[in-house]
Nanobody
Framework: QVQLVESGGGLVQPGGSLRLSCTAS????????MTWFRQAPGQGREFVAN????????NYANAVKGRFTISRNNAKKTVYLQMNSLQPEDTAVYYC?????WGQGTQVTVSS
């Protein structure tokens, strides 16, 4: 069974940090570019960051560049999103994606 499971979301104050994790099963994880998306209330799903299958190349949305870092551990079949200097506009459900596969999402709320 192909599955992506996100974790690490929660409530954090502005300026704080969170680290999201997404663990895969049922796929050859090391063969895929992995991507994080997010969806804020009342808005569409938007690209956040992705990382090539060997971890050698990453891309970021302008809104998160310099604050978020994507990484992966192929041995653990896990992709991470380190989020620093969080702001209220980062509040969203964060989703992990492999081509054709979505996780269930994890809620991130940034509020004082």
């Amino acid at each position: 069974q192909v599955q992506l499971v996100e974790s690490g979301g929660g409530l954090v104050q502005p300026g704080g940090s969170l680290r999201l994790s997404c663990t895969a099963s049922g796929i050859t994880f090391s063969g895929y570019t992995m991507t994080w998306f997010r969806q804020a209330p009342g808005q569409g799903r938007e690209f956040v960051a992705n990382i090539r299958r060997d971890g050698g190349s990453t891309n970021y949305a302008n809104a998160v560049k310099g604050r978020f870092t994507i990484s992966r551990n192929n041995a653990k079949k896990t992709v991470y999103l380190q989020m620093n200097s969080l702001q209220p506009e980062d509040t969203a459900v964060y989703y992990c994606n492999a081509p054709g596969v979505w996780g269930q999402g994890t809620q991130v709320t940034v509020s004082s």
